[in-house]
């Protein structure tokens, strides 16, 4: 094949490596056997092809004329030799022709295999030598090439097991470096149909298979053959990673994702073909499920309303609210990560994708049955199974809890945190009062087990009897006093004194002061009891009927004065008003005017309000009365034996009396009468 065919095949069709390799060997086996052809001219400088001797010098006896030879013999000789030294000169000069032409096509081909391998190639040479730090490879290029020991795969003992004769492949590093060498190398090679290998993956889509090596910031490093890639954490899994451990050392297959040779830099994914797996799976999966089946899955995922199972391709939720028939608080109380369990399908949604699974429906629902196990007014055993502000759970069974209310513990203890009086864990009896199956509630009642102690209150402490109890709670309004363990009664403020009003009870009283109280009322019902101090001691308004009758005269000290009169103060606890308009016979403004503060005075009862508790006083009313007390002192007594003429007392002009007190004028009225008579 001569060079311009050569060129000709190369522009027609491209040549793979192995055509291209091939094409190499056979080039350097006809170079070498034109080079063995040739090798003799080279050394001599004259051509190889045979030529006949020519003989110059005759034997003398030959040319004797005494052997009978005449000059046409000899002419004819002398032509014959100079026929044969003309030919042997024509084929001296083609043979010349011949090597000339020979050398050039010889040069041609020599150049033609330098020019077959470019820097950078890959090509298949011949193990033709094999040392401890390199292997002589022979790719028919002018000389042979090296390569490092190194690059080539070596068993457990270090051992390469590479022979002479061997095929391998290599890149054309350098047609000659400093020592005139070929340079070769293995592993670039093997890079280099890997790089390619790679590039026509990502554009085509196909997988390769990398072995994650180490964890690094952002993700993963993997080795995919020979060449280091980047895998991105959010391309691992579909899930978030919980142990990274598990990866490593691990080989996946992948899709590359990014792809730069310059920079050497290679992204890689799992979770697209995990995603590609999944969808798969999925589409099966939900054209085959269907509600009312049981599947089999794998809790993936636990979260506070619930736990996701993995069902070979679509995760299902299963609510808390549907793993057991009992109140779950935690669905880690059912389940556990990576659990395998068998859950019911409830429903499937095809456009959402989504799965609702159960673990109670496998059973049946325990609440069908709770009249018959349970009935209104019988006695149930359980275990407490959670506290709250408001009452207690007690569990009877699984799937089947009742409440006792806080109003249900206890018959006297009220107000009380359920916690101080129960345990949980801890096992009670108590009595179903009610049962509503619609909501799944029970009523349950712990106090219902005893009698109530209220109930026989009335019979124990009737109405008016005198109580001595401890006082446990002051208010603004009241105290509570216990008068037995668990029963308190109530002191209203007003219950405090007979006389005080607005009594503030924590001047009185403090918390577990012992007193004695009376019984006024009692309420089974509401578990209320009214109580009153005041009435230990007998009512002072009692005897203010006998002491201050109306029309009497009392002595009060003024101890308060208003806008609309005066407070006396008749004794202790025992207070009257005068009203603005009874302290004079004139028209006052102000009670300042007539009276004040601390006085003492003599006042006459006006009116008497035992109901109420109020007296009225009149100070112009007593001074009246004590002003007509001295007029009749000074009057004469009639004689009945003797009858003297009336005479008229001189009733003075209007104008006189206004001048003077009503006093004066009956002073006044006296003194003419007594006049008149002497």
Not at 250 to 259: A, E, G, R, S
Not at 600 to 614: C, P
């Amino acid at each position: 094949m001569d060079k311009s065919s050569k060129n000709e095949q190369t522009t027609e069709e491209p040549m793979d490596e192995a055509q291209q390799a091939h094409s190499n060997e056979s080039e350097t086996e006809e170079s070498q056997t034109i080079e063995e052809s040739v090798a003799p001219g080279e050394d001599n400088g004259e051509s190889s092809l045979p030529t006949e001797p020519v003989e110059e010098d005759q034997p003398n006896e030959e040319k004797s004329p005494d052997e009978g030879d005449t000059p046409q013999q000899e002419s004819a000789e002398t032509k014959q030799v100079t026929e044969q030294t003309a030919a042997v000169t024509d084929e001296e000069s083609s043979a010349t022709d011949l090597d000339t032409e020979s050398m050039t096509d010889m040069d041609a081909l020599y150049s033609d295999s330098l020019k077959a391998f470019d820097e950078g190639e890959i090509v298949v040479g011949h193990i033709v030598n094999v040392t401890s730090d390199e292997v002589m490879v022979d790719i028919g290029f002018k000389s042979e090439g090296y390569v490092p020991i190194h690059e080539f795969k070596t068993d457990e003992k270090g051992n390469s097991n590479l022979n002479v004769g061997d095929q391998v492949e290599v890149y054309i590093v350098r047609h000659e470096d400093a020592d005139g060498q070929l340079v070769l190398s293995k592993q670039y090679a093997e890079e280099q149909k890997l790089w390619d290998s790679l590039a026509n993956a990502e554009q085509s889509g196909e997988v390769v298979e990398g072995k994650i090596t180490e964890r690094i910031k952002g993700g993963m490093r993997v080795e995919v053959g020979a060449l280091k890639a980047f895998l991105p954490a959010s391309q691992i899994e579909l899930h978030p990673i919980r142990n990274w451990d598990d990866y490593i050392n691990q080989t996946y297959p992948m899709k590359i994702v990014k792809l730069d040779k310059r920079k050497r830099n290679i992204v890689v994914s799992r979770r697209s073909l995990l995603e590609e797996e999944l969808s798969t799976r999925k589409a099966e999966l939900l054209s085959n499920i269907k509600e009312g089946e049981l599947i089999k899955g794998t809790v993936k995922n636990i979260t506070e309303f619930g736990a996701f199972i993995d069902l070979n391709g679509i995760d299902g939720l299963l609510h808390k609210s549907d793993m057991s028939w009992r109140k779950i608080h935690n669905p880690s109380e059912v389940v556990s990560i990576d659990e395998e369990i068998e859950a019911f399908v409830i429903n499937v949604d095809l456009e959402s994708e989504r799965i609702s699974l159960g673990l109670k429906q496998k059973t049946t629902d325990p609440w069908e049955s709770v009249f018959d196990k349970y009935p209104i007014g019988s006695t149930v055993k359980g275990q407490v199974v959670n506290i709250v502000s408001y009452g207690v759970f007690i569990e009877l069974e699984e799937g089947v809890e009742g409440l006792i209310h806080i109003s249900e513990i206890s018959w006297t203890q009220r107000n009380v945190a359920p916690s101080k009086i129960v345990m949980k864990d801890q096992e009670l009896e108590a009595r179903v009062i009610d049962i509503d199956t619609e909501k799944k509630r029970i009523s349950l009642s712990y106090k219902q087990l005893v009698p109530n102690p209220w109930e026989l209150l009335d019979v124990k402490y009737p109405f008016g009897t005198k109580v001595t109890g401890t006082v446990k709670n002051v208010t603004n309004f009241g105290a509570f006093i216990e008068i037995e363990e668990g029963i308190d009664g109530l002191v209203h403020s007003s219950d405090f004194s007979w006389l005080k009003r607005n009594v503030n009870p924590r001047s009185i009283l403090s918390e577990g002061q012992e007193v004695e109280a009376v019984v006024q009322k009692i309420d089974p019902q509401e578990q209320r009891i009214s109580l009153s101090i005041k009435h230990v001691e007998p009512n002072p308004w009692n005897l203010v009927s006998t002491k201050y009758a109306v029309g009497s005269i009392a002595s009060g000290e003024i101890v308060n004065l208003t806008e609309f009169g005066a407070f006396a103060r008749l004794e202790e606890g025992i207070e009257g008003l005068i009203h603005i308009s009874e302290l004079s016979e004139e028209r006052i403004n102000k009670p300042d005017d007539v009276v004040s503060k601390g006085d003492v005075l003599d006042l006459k009862v006006i009116e008497l309000k035992m109901d109420e508790q109020r007296i009225g006083l009149s100070l112009k009313q007593a001074v009246a009365d004590r002003e007509r007390e001295v007029v009749e002192q000074y009057e004469p007594k009639p004689k009945q034996a003797v009858t003297k003429p009336k005479r008229e007392i001189k009733k003075p002009n209007v104008e006189e009396a206004e001048e003077t007190t009503s006093f004066g004028a009956a002073l006044r009225n006296v003194l003419d009468f007594r006049s008149e008579e002497e």
